[in-house]
């Protein structure tokens, strides 16, 4: 079974800086997806970004990337040029590519807050 | 586009009531997912369906059960609610080949 790791449950960041939260993961699966959901006080889970495992290449949406690391199994997500509008928590997403069944399923993270100070 | 819609939004039960959350979704996915998620922590799978007339248990399904009569349709059915499964539920659609998974706002049950 798929877990999916953050060892940061808060963080906290100035406006404009730049902040980074960790993620790692264990899998004996050699293609999958990983995913950044944003959920804030709203409690409406979004699509950050999303990276597929056969690319080397980054996944990158406008102030956040990601920090794909295949070999540790690491997936950190940046975000640039912090707002206030970021403050969420965040959750680490892992899903398999193998088709059927429950492997469509998310294996989430235990999520980390982000704090947005003014 | 409405995409994943989820009612009602808050709920408040007694041990023992019964209720269904409702969930439906206009993007003609046949994925469909019931996640719960507990304080400080991430997500976790209750049933999932992988098209009408189709539904499976996920990690946590005791307590729960599902139909899936339409494409559009998934209800989620507690039977005899405990303090134990005071939560707040998320629906979920996606696409058998897109990965990316559609959320609905959140229900927020507690049972009392």
């Known amino acids: 079974a798929q877990t999916v790791t953050q060892s940061q449950p808060e963080m906290s960041v100035q406006e404009a800086e730049t902040v980074t939260l960790s993620c790692t993961y264990d899998t004996s699966e050699s293609d999958y997806y990983l995913f950044w959901y944003k959920q804030p006080p709203s409690r409406q889970m979004i699509l950050v970004i999303r990276q597929e495992a056969y690319k080397q290449q980054n996944a990158t949406e406008n102030r956040f990337s990601v920090n794909f690391q295949k070999a540790a199994k690491s997936f950190s997500l940046k975000i640039s040029d912090s707002q206030l509008g970021d403050a969420a928590m965040y959750f680490c997403?892992?899903?398999?590519?193998?088709?059927?069944?429950?492997?469509?399923?998310?294996?989430f993270g235990k999520g980390t807050l982000l704090t947005v100070n003014p | 586009n409405a995409g994943v819609t989820q009612t009602p939004k808050f709920r408040i039960l007694k041990i023992g009531q019964s209720m269904t959350l409702q969930c439906t979704q206009d993007m003609n996915h046949n994925y469909m997912y019931w996640y719960r998620q507990d304080p400080g922590m991430g997500l976790k799978l209750i049933y999932y369906s992988v098209g009408a007339g189709i539904t499976d248990k996920g990690e946590v399904p005791n307590g729960y059960n599902v139909s899936r009569s339409t494409t559009e349709d998934f209800p989620l059915r507690l039977e005899l609610a405990a303090p134990s499964q005071t939560s707040v539920y998320f629906c979920?659609?996606?696409?058998?080949?897109?990965?990316?998974?559609?959320f609905g706002q959140g229900t927020r049950l507690t049972v009392v």
């Open positions: 979920a659609s996606s696409y058998e080949e897109n990965t990316e998974a559609f």
């Open positions: 997403a892992y899903r398999s590519a193998i088709s059927g069944g429950s492997n469509y399923k998310l294996t």
